[in-house]
């Protein structure tokens, strides 16, 4: 199976949707912030992100946007993991590029679709 990138600058929600991707059969690697997310996917290559919106130095939306603009980064599909889950929160993802997103608090059954939707 494939590698998905995991981006929260909470230890607590890196590991939970690490557990996730284990169960799915697919390998987590992990970032703390926008910068770090942008440096680790030209690294690693993963079949999905999900990002944090709300972290130090580089928020989620700037780094989805530069992800998605990057020729390098632009196909992975981005799902922003946010507990700002407003229509206008999820409007903005999608303007920046994000494929999906997913509201704070999540249930293990959620990130299961989303995994199966996008890397199968």
Partial sequence: MGTILIVDDVQTDRELIGRVVQQTGHKPEYATDGSEALSRAKEVRPQLIFLDVVMPSMNGFHACRKLKTDPDTSTIPVVLVTSKGGDSDRFWGQKQGAD?????????????????????
């Fill in 100 to 120: 999906d997103h997913v509201a704070k608090p999540f249930t293990p059954e959620t990130l299961h679709a989303i995994i199966k939707r996008y890397v199968g």
